[in-house]
């Protein structure tokens, strides 16, 4: 059993529950298991860095340390939040006067940063530790009746200097676990593009658009469901995709699942107990 410790992002315990829901559902079946860290907090998103730099690289100095205390990688469902503890981790392990500066803090409540725990995105654990042969092996529902729109998100895939895993151009990694879990990709220009969420509370039109685009051009491509790693990409082509399709007037709509979900669909788990009756667009 490979064990893992992971961070409860915001954007799960609020609005996408889901996706931990259908992860503690099959997680032993591939023997793993994501040990939560009930007392990690809330990464700051892409905004604490540019507002408060110490207290950037303190909560997340913290939550790495917390896997640390544990002996485990950390990892996490969310792009946003792999994006932004790696870029606290850089900082961290290429400044021993910041490292110093927060483990002063840290040691208040004996916890120190050692920079030992890698921080690590769920799509990652799948394909390098179990393993996609494996994978194959464990596959009770094969895909194959589904032609699935991989939808990646930027922050697991740029800057490629930090995140590195796959090539941003022409990212696979998602691509070969639908493959091995049965189903047919398809090719389409969006599957590397931005969903728009970043921008939805400050400029909303343009976040429809982009949000759109992608939409538009997986059903043009007759796709059966978008699937993505990454639960704030899955709230706006999810939670907006009505609007945004309104607004691009495409009549039609389709379904987007969690990278957990589609993995509990192939290994048995009926909707409802994977938590899709959440989803706005079913």
């Known amino acids: 059993m490979k064990r893992y410790a992971y961070y409860l992002s915001c954007i799960n315990e609020a609005m996408t529950k889901e996706v931990d829901r259908s992860l503690e559902l099959w997680q032993n079946d591939l023997g793993v298991e994501f040990v939560r ?14 507002v408060s730099p110490k207290h950037f690289a303190l909560v997340n100095g913290r939550n790495i340390a917390l896997a640390e205390k544990l002996g485990l990688d950390l990892v996490t469902s969310c792009n946003t939040c792999l994006l932004t503890i790696r870029s606290a981790k850089k900082k961290l392990d290429e400044s021993p006067a910041l490292r110093d500066e927060v483990n002063g803090i840290l040691h208040k409540e004996g916890l120190e940063y050692k920079g030992t725990s890698e921080v690590r995105h769920l799509l990652w654990v799948l394909i390098e530790d179990v393993g996609l042969d494996l994978i194959r092996e464990k596959v009770k529902v094969p895909l194959s009746n589904y032609r699935i729109a991989p939808f990646y998100g930027c922050h697991i895939l740029r800057p490629s200097t930090l995140l590195g895993k796959d090539n941003p151009l022409e990212p696979s990694s998602l691509d070969q676990l639908i493959e091995a879990l049965g189903g047919k990709t398809i090719p389409y220009e969006h599957k590397n593009k931005c ?33 993505t790693p990454c639960p704030l990409c899955h709230t706006v082509l999810d939670g907006y995709q009505s609007k ?5 007037n495409i009549k039609d709509s389709i379904p987007v699942f969690h990278l957990s979900e589609m993995v509990g669909l192939a290994l048995g788990y009926t909707p409802r107990q994977l938590g899709i009756k959440r989803h706005i667009v079913t």
């Open 37 to 50: 860290m009930h007392e990690s907090v809330c990464c700051g998103g892409s905004n604490l860095d540019y």
């Open 195 to 227: 969903c728009g969420f970043h921008t939805l509370l400050v400029a909303e039109d343009e976040s429809l658009d982009v949000a759109a685009e992608a939409l538009g051009e997986a059903i043009d491509a007759k796709a059966d469901f978008i699937v």
């Open 244 to 248: 945004a399709l309104k607004k691009a």
